[in-house]
Each structure stands twice: as C-alpha cells, then as structure tokens.
C-alpha cells in the first residue's frame, strides 16, 4: 500500500473511532508531515483524497476539519486502490499458478483454458496446410495491420448478426485477446493515468496496469449485477478515469452475464464522464441457450468501446488470433502494434479467413457449448457432494468457470499449495485481486473430460477442503 495510502487509513480509523471527532481541526499539512515523517506532497495527497471521499473538508485561509457526521454518513467504500507492491505479488503469483497447469501429470482445474480436444484441429491444420502452399511473396506486407481483409470482413459480418453495424476498418487482427486488450490500453491512457478494473478480476488486467504503469481502481463486483454501478459513478467524480476494462458476457472468475439494459447503462455513464471501455469479451461465443447475449458495443452510440475478442477460448488457443474493433481509435491502435509485434502471424490469419469462409465454424461453436454445458453440470454436481455445507458455487449459465466460495476461514492459496502436491491444479482468488476479500474463493475450470480420474481429483480436493476446515 502506498505512503499517502497508509495515511488515508491512519486518519479514516481514528475518525471513526472519534479521536476526531467531527468538526475538530486536523493538523496542518506541515504538522502531519513532522509528525508522520511522510513529505507535505504525500500528506496533501491523502488530505485530497479523504476531501474527495467527504471525510474532511477544507476551510480557505484556516485548513482542514472532520467534516460534520463524517463517522456516521460516510461509510468506508469497497472501491480500493491497487498499490504496485500488490500488483507485483500477484504477478509472480500468476506466473507459479501458469507454469503448475502445463504439467501433463496435473489435473487442471486451475486452467484458463478448455480442453484442446474440443477444438475441429484437422479441419484447421487442413486450412493451415490449404493456405501455406498458396502463399504469395506479398502475404506477409498484405497483413500487416490492421490484418487480414477477408478476416476482418468475416469479423464484420459476425458483428452485423447481431445488428451492430462496423466496417472492417474499425477492426484490428491480433496476437490474442491479451493485445487486443493491452493495444487498446495503451491507445486511450499515458503512464500515470487512472484505470477502473472489477474486483475480481481477470488477472491479465492486473499485469497490464503494472507494466503500463498506471493506476488502478477496483470497483466491487457479483454474480448478481456485475460491478455496482453507484460504486463506478462515485469513482469517475473522484478520480480522473481515462478508461474502465471489465467483461460483460461470463465474466471471468465470477462468470455472470450482465443484462442488455445493465450494459446500455454502463456503457451511457462511460460516456456521460468521456471514459473509454475496454470490453473483453472472449467468451462471448459460450453462451447457452439460441440467442447470443449482445456486448456493450451494441449500445456504443460514440465510438467509446474497444471490443476485443479471440478465437483462443473457442476454436484454437495455439493460433494466438484475436482482435479489437477499436472504431476512432483504430488507427492509434494499429501504430501502436506496428511498433510492438507488428503484425500478427499471416499464415494464421490467412488459415483463420479459410476456415471461417464455411459453415464448420458455426457447427462446431453449437457442439462445444453443448459439451461444455454437461460437462460444467458434471463438475458442479460433483463438488457439491464433497464441499462443506456453508460453501456456495456461482451458477451462472455459459462458459466453463465455477466461482466456488468457502468458508471464510478456509485459506484457498493453502489449498492451492496441498492440492498441487496431489496432482491437482485450482485457480485461487489471490489471482484475481489484489486484496484479501477472496482470499477463502477459487475458480475451477470445468472443461475437462468428465471421467474417473476428475471424480478422484475432486475427491481428493474435498478431502483437503474438509482437513482446511477442521
């Protein structure tokens, strides 16, 4: 936690607790520094900050007083900035928990990623074959970005399905979700900016803010309603927000779907306060039930949503495909990649345009959500069977993630460390925030086979949960 941080927390406590009572003068800027050894830029920084959030008030020419019923209107907010320490704790956390899932012995409930069998891999390595032989000296200039034009013209197509109207000039190939979503973070911030994530969160998110060198807001977020709307409004007046990342459809970890009217909602507040949002939305395809939920671009009016997207979840992770349609800020995006990877494979693309030219895609999304639907029930059904009473499972349609939530005395980072040792991979909510309000949650990834070596792996993780448990 930072310096000014610390003294946010300092002062809020014994406001509270009536040391300063409301009214009372705080000690000047000058005097809290003495008195704190902290600089009068970091002391001015935390009276600022408890000023915006209606603890104090300032009075011209006399100083700073507790603002009156402070300890009883102004409730300490579950908004919480992200400290870099936290960020880089959880990096090196991420980077453990990663290396742990590519073991083949592992049983990886703790993946990001659906079982690869899923995935049509002779048809694509047929188009992968098709188009390698028919490459042209040209190919590689033709899809430097913003990428390939027949695929971006088949992205386009997908779009105008659902009634969103772009041109596959808004849109920009990628080497995956995770540039789609740093290119777009980088083409509406500069180092220092403020960005609003959801607590929890995808822990890319979190390893993005760090390495762009900006700061962080995590504003709180259920399976009910997704990130509390009043919560981000509060946020945008306080903080001067140039973006908001966050997942409408299958939210990762907690997995719900926001409705069409929440995300008209969010999206207009966005654009009330000129807020740029990056929508990730990866799992958009793995949705149960015929219709596919909208995303948020649907209700973009002013070209404020970056929507990125990937094939990785869906069709293929090795291809690293993905892409943003980035609208007015297509082109800073594309100037950005040049200067980073430059383009994305073209062979890839190329592939990609091939196989995505016929039906097969279509076929195959309908076949995996419907495996991916029992196999989901199978795992829910199972954990049931041996989580103790008190634990809850989200149960949120679509996707392949169940957010499971112990009790709180059960430290799932502990039952990460055991159950590895047993062969078994789980994602622990330590991953997705940078706080310790998940600390008893973890994820579990439910696209894997449903056989007998899953039935004794969840055993087994049932067995640890109750020893954890006393």
């Known amino acids: 936690m930072a310096k000014y941080q610390q003294l946010v927390e300092q002062l809020r ?48 020419q006399s100083g700073y007083y507790v603002a009156p019923r402070a300890a009883e209107s102004r409730p300490r907010l579950p908004t919480q900035e992200i400290g870099k320490t936290d960020q880089a704790d959880t990096n090196s956390f991420v980077f453990d928990v990663l290396q742990a899932t590519r073991n083949p012995v592992i049983m990886p409930f703790g993946s990001a990623f659906p079982d690869p069998e899923l995935f049509p891999q002779r048809q694509l390595m047929r ?21 390939n034009e027949a695929l971006r013209k088949i992205l386009a197509q997908r779009y105008a399905q659902q009634g969103i109207t772009l041109s596959p000039d808004d849109i920009v190939i990628t080497n995956g979700a995770m540039e789609a979503l740093n290119l777009s973070l980088q083409a509406v911030t500069e180092p220092g900016d403020w960005v ?117 979840k869906n069709l293929v992770a090795g291809f690293r495909v993905g892409w943003v349609a980035a609208g007015r800020h297509a082109q800073r995006v594309q100037r950005i990649q040049l200067m980073s990877t430059l383009s994305t494979s073209a062979p ?33 059904q199972a954990l049931r069977r041996v989580l ?36 078994i991979s789980i994602a622990p909510g330590q991953l997705f925030s940078s706080r310790e309000g998940f600390s008893h949650c973890f994820r579990f990834n439910t696209a894997w086979p449903w056989d007998a070596r899953a039935e004794a792996a969840v055993e087994t993780l049932g067995k640890l949960i109750g020893k954890l448990n006393g």
């Not at 000296?137 to 990428?147: I, Q, R």
């Not at 995808?202 to 993005?208: D, I, K, P, T, V």
């Not at 993630?401 to 709180?408: E, K, T």
């Open 13 to 60: 406590t014994q406001i509270e607790a009536r040391i300063w009572p409301p009214g009372e003068k705080l000690p000047s800027l000058r005097q809290q520094a003495e008195q704190s050894g902290l600089s009068l830029m970091t002391v001015m920084h935390a009276y600022e900050v408890l000023e915006s959030q209606g603890w104090i008030v300032s009075k011209p």
């Open 127 to 147: 188009s992968l074959v098709k188009v390698s032989h028919n490459l042209k000296p040209t190919d590689a200039l033709n899809n430097l970005p913003p990428g």
């Open 196 to 312: 609003i994530l959801e607590n929890p969160s995808f822990y890319g998110a979190l390893q993005a803010i760090e390495r762009l060198k900006l700061n962080a807001i995590a504003i709180a977020s259920d399976v009910e309603h997704g990130m509390d709307l009043d919560e981000l409004e509060q946020a945008l007046q306080r903080w001067p927000v140039k973006a908001c990342w966050l997942m409408t459809n299958r939210q990762n970890p907690l997995g719900f779907t926001l409705s069409a009217e929440r995300k008209q909602q969010l999206v207009e507040l966005l654009s009330r306060y000129n807020v740029a949002m990056i929508e990730d939305d990866v799992y958009g395809d793995l949705y149960e039930g015929h219709d596919k939920p909208l995303p948020a671009k649907a209700f973009d009016l002013d070209g404020n949503v970056l929507h990125c997207g990937s094939f990785s």
């Open 348 to 380: 890839m693309q190329l592939a990609l345009a091939d196989f995505l030219s016929t039906r097969s895609y279509d076929t195959h999304l309908k076949k995996l959500r419907q495996t991916l639907a029992k196999r989901k029930q199978l795992a829910q």
């Open 388 to 423: 103790p009473a008190d634990a809850s499972i989200s149960d949120t349609p679509g996707g392949y993630f169940l957010w499971v939530a112990l009790p709180v005395q059960i430290n799932t980072t502990e039952l990460y460390h055991l159950a590895l040792q047993q062969g």
